[in-house]
């Protein structure tokens, strides 16, 4: 079992800053690939980025390419999510997703994903 608490979001100015955080709980989280995604009012959650367990695989959405990076301290069961040059169509609620089976890849497909936080709100205001 694997337990997320989201933290970090907040409201910022277009071309402003964010990082998210997601802290994890159980020896599983370190060695288990974490996803982040979002959902924006009215919309289907998507997938932001993800990383394997010992951050060698990296995934990102093109959207957010050059301006996000996830990385993770399993020493402190914490994955980041560092996100610059923010836009309005960033906003969202930001969720942090763990996978069940331990060293399987990231993943795109939230379907994948068996535990999850409960997100943080994200604004971006023009």
């Known amino acids: 079992q694997v337990q997320l608490v989201e933290s970090g979001g907040g409201l910022v100015q277009t071309g402003g800053s964010l990082r998210l955080s997601c802290a994890g709980s159980g020896r599983a989280f370190t060695i288990s690939p974490i996803g982040w995604f979002r959902q924006a009012p009215g919309k289907e959650r998507e997938f932001v980025a993800a990383l394997s367990w010992n951050a060698d695989d990296t995934k990102y959405v093109d959207s957010v390419k050059g301006r996000f990076t996830i990385s993770r301290d399993n020493a402190k069961n914490t994955v980041n999510l560092q996100m610059n040059n923010l836009k309005p169509e960033d906003t969202a609620v930001y969720y942090c997703?763990?996978?069940?089976?331990?060293?399987?890849?990231?993943?795109?497909?939230?379907?994948?994903?068996?535990?999850w936080g409960q997100g943080t709100q994200v604004t971006v205001s023009s």
């Open positions: 997703a763990a996978r069940a089976i331990p060293g399987t890849p990231p993943s795109i497909n939230p379907d994948t994903y068996e535990y």
